[in-house]
């Protein structure tokens, strides 16, 4: 928001010359817009008169900026009212909850339940028209949506921790609401500021134009078209010029509105980069590289590498990537947030997002690469030989149909059975998975449900049509620790049932050796080390595996921090990524390191790998 | 669309009938005639008040369903729509534009009192004889009583175009019915 | 701790529940903490560890005051909580503070750091308004921060520096009890290490009597010098870290350090599956709470609950059955 963006800037600069031109009318010599000149009247464009005359022979364009002047007074008053007693009402009621939240709530409900221009109809017969009814009115009317604004920004607010911690030093209430919920609950209500001055410059016209608004002679855009619309016949320009200035006036409005409104809304902010170019050689040509396959490998991957167009130029999440992984395997990647073992996975499903591409490597899965298969051939594999298992089953299903209906979905999409017999291999799915009453909960709605059974809901679903390869990233991480024990186990159990191959993504070190046979450590974006579990924990090569290792408590050993933390992908470090936190790092590793092979099925990408000594190897020499 | 939505209804009400009536002579400017006596006159008469009102609606809805589609991309059911293999036009239709209906019912629910109250003004500049003859001249004749049963008969009328919306919601989405 | 002298904070029977709002009247009741009773010595480090529903951060809420019991009765420094003026309550603040888990939901987006830091500094007028910058610069050294930072916003800072940014703050009013509620659990495991050690660095030179409510046993039992272990807003288990987690007694207990994944094979005992889900707070089971999901469950379990027996060392087990498991 520092920077005004030009989506901003426009409405704001046109705004802003409209209110310049309100305030100054009085002072730009222009004729009385009253004063009546009926020879003259309806005679075009003249020195003297620049938009001509109107029906009584008074000053179009004097008339149509005083217009201004009446609109802009009546709304800005009108809406500032609204916004002051709303934003209050709101905010006591939104913190002090109880008779407060009860009399403003409902008192705001009551006047919504109104059409607006009615309720405005129903005080101008109480009060006769005029500008004093319309500043009255238009605040009672406004004051609603500013109460519910403030309302419902405060109820979200007040329970956030930075609320609770002020309360937790001691702040009076009246600190805590001036300096820390005002300023976090600002940003909508000027949104919503912005919208109730075009609406009010509606309702003031159209008020206008009936007649029920400013009394004439007093200048205003709705009394302007009313009266044009007399004399369209012989004057139709005269009709042209407040219809355009009231449009261009409330399109103003409306554009400043939606650009505050992105401009304060983070997700909006995100900026979703460029489309990827399609893959037009390998569409025509495929197989064009011939792939160095291994024989037996489930899935085999070569320097996989995604770059992603972010404003901050392109970015590479994960630089060249390779692992082989064979049939009834578990390899465990993993890493901190920021390696890239997401994105590496989501790359090979061909599930990321538009901004990211693969742009380097291969993944031969089942003789074919992954990378190179059209999209309709990548999606006849999804669901079927290749499955995911995601991080959070919460939001992972959607929330509108039956678990039941989501399961038999996933069946229909690549085989064609009857819908009975899919439910019926649903409900098969189910029991196996351990879902305890299977035939009432096929019939369950996913918030019935909980984590742990929506996890094993997301199991079903992967399993369903028995896939070769089975991708689960993360899938215990947002389960406690008992139901955590339970899918590992059934995770466990099913790979040894169906033979298939699991790839398994984690953060945690202690379900890596429970799981898995191979492991992949990542770090900003690269292979650090990998091979067979038992040895690379038992001495570990590379020095970020060791301080990893080092750093989870357990038994009497302290954890070690790692000082510092992972770069973003737009600062990784020219040379071996990790040594700007490794304490053992030497000149060399200021350059690129290759994966080297270690033997036994290791390989490690650092510098000092072999001279260094970790672990236990450590401890015995 | 942006312009569609700032223009008032009366000012495009206005508008057209000097394009359409005034210039073009395409159109009467306005007027009513019974449907069974002239049932194309009464068409004819009826099409432009309707469409003119109509106008605010089609701009909220696409802005409305632009968005709530937006907001829904992204989330991670459509990645396991996907993920299962579906094809693109089934993951629209099932898994994102279901979800998007919700709210773009809501907010139409709610933009009804604007349109109904647009009404009054869309029937005034069109000389059609609905309630806005009586009731602008009961506001201007102060004839209190008049004018608050038309208020009250239109505001009911919006509240159970409301009520219907709210029932609607909890049939698309079952987290409702629940809470 | 000696024995006559009260300890810093102590809680009796104490007992929560919420309800939603329902459009006719409210919903059920979720019994969110039940009769729980926990004291805390100066200087001391007590652990909370559940599973989510289990009531821990309740707890930790409760113990600050920052909820009130629905009954039972807290006492910070032989003064109960319920029984303060609001002034006296403020002045009271001043000396309990909490760390979150979310760091940067801790932190208030719109405002630079060194002015929430200074907060507690300037809410109880510790130092002069002259000197505050100073103060905050001394506080961000404390916490490993450098001191040139205190003009950025929190969306400048990384997750762990945030955490430590929040810790600072807390620090400000110079606090001599500590709840951290999992204010680690949202880290990468190389920065939950730096933040473990700082909490347990400023525990020793500040002398902070602390709860560290976590999930993770292994934290736990590095941090803390005693652990109560809670299941559906009961405790089940408690005592001295070490006792309770390396040898724990009730089935609870045992399920949950099994569950653990451990690094490496050695010493780990065979995991015990929990069957099922834990039930809904709002109806518990009566009697044990947790007997639906245990395999020593009798019908005798149902019928009362079972208060908390202590065995050796200060060690109490909530489980009639204690001398009958293997």
Known sequence: MRRLRPRLALPALLILSLVVIALAVPFLGLPNPVRQDIPNRLTGMAPGALLGRDEFGRDVLSRLLWGARISLFIAFTATTIAALAGTLLGLLGGWFRGMAEFLSIRLADVILCFPPILLALLVVTIMGPGVATLILMLSILYTPGFVRVAYGEVLSTRNQDFVTAMTALGATTPRILALTVLPNIASPLLVQYSLTLGAAIVVESGLSFLGLGVVPPTPSWGLMIRGARATMEQAPLLLLWPCLALTVTILAFNLLCDALRDAFDPKSAAGAGARPKPRLVDCLAPGLFPSRVDPGASLSVRGLTVEIDTKRGVIRPVDDVSFTIGAGETLAIVGESGSGKSVTVTGLMGLLPAAARPVAGEAVFEGHDLLRRSPDQLRALRGARLAMIPQDPMSSLNPVHKVGDQVVEAILAHRSITRPAARAEALALFRRVGIADPERRLDAWPHEMSGGMRQRVMIAMAIANRPALLIADEPTTALDVTMQAQILDLLADLRRETGSALIFITHSLGVVAEIADTVMVMYAGQVVEQGPVASVFAAPLHPYTAALLAAVPQDDAAPEPIPGAVPPPHQFPQGCRFAPRCGHALPPCGEAQPLRQFGNGREVRCARAGDLRFGRAAHDA | MALLMAVPVFVLGTLLILLLAQTLKLMPAGGFVPFWRDPGQHLLLLSLPALVIGKGLVAIVFRMTRASVLDILPRDHVRTARAKGLAEGRVLRAHVVRNAFGPVLTVLGLHMGALLGGTVLVEYVFNWPGLSTPLIRAVEGRDYPMVVGIVLTVSGLFLLINLVVDLLYAALDPRIRAG | ?326
């Not at chain 3, 007992?15 to 009773?37: E, H, I, T, Y």
């Not at chain 3, 405002?111 to 610069?137: F, K």
């Not at chain 3, 469950?297 to 202590?310: K, N, R, S, Y």
């Open chain 3, 1 to 326: 701790m000696t024995p006559d002298a009260e300890p810093l904070l102590v809680a009796e029977h104490v007992s929560v529940s919420f309800s939603r709002k329902r459009l006719f009247g409210r919903g059920p009741a979720v019994r969110a903490v039940q009769d729980v009773s926990l004291r805390i010595g100066r200087g001391e480090a007590v652990g909370i560890v559940g599973e989510s529903g289990s009531g821990k951060s309740t707890l930790g809420r409760l113990l600050l005051g920052l909820i009130k019991p629905a009954s039972g009765e807290v006492r910070f420094d032989g003064r109960a909580l319920q029984s303060l003026s609001r002034a006296e309550w403020r002045a009271l603040r001043q000396r309990m503070q909490i760390v979150f888990q979310d760091p940067y939901g801790s932190l208030d987006p719109r405002r630079r750091i060194g002015s929430q830091i200074a907060d507690g500094l300037a809410i109880h007028r510790l130092v002069a308004p002259g000197l505050l910058p100073e103060a905050v610069n001394a506080l961000l050294e404390q916490v490993g921060l450098d001191p040139s930072h205190a003009e950025r916003f929190p969306h400048e800072f990384s997750g762990g520096q945030c955490q430590r940014i929040g810790i600072a703050r807390t620090l400000a009013s110079r606090p001599d009890f500590l709840v951290a509620d999992e204010p680690v659990s949202s880290l990468d495991v190389s920065i939950q290490a730096q933040i473990l050690d700082l909490l347990d660095r400023l525990r020793r030179d500040l002398g902070l009597a602390l709860i560290l409510i976590s999930h993770d046993l292994a934290v736990v039992r590095h941090l803390c010098d005693r652990v109560v272990v809670m299941y559906l807003g009961r405790v089940m288990e408690e005592g001295p870290a070490r006792s309770v987690l390396d040898a724990p007694r009730h089935p609870y207990t045992r399920a949950l350090v099994s569950a653990m994944p451990r690094i490496g094979t050695g010493g780990r005992p065979t995991r015990i599956l929990l069957p099922g889900e834990p039930p809904s707070p709002s109806a518990p089971p009566s009697g044990c709470v947790f007997r639906t999901r245990c395999s020593f469950a009798i019908a005798a379990c149902g019928e009362a609950v079972p208060p908390l027996t202590q065995t050796n060392h200060d060690h109490g087990v909530a489980c009639i059955r204690l001398a009958d498991l293997p």
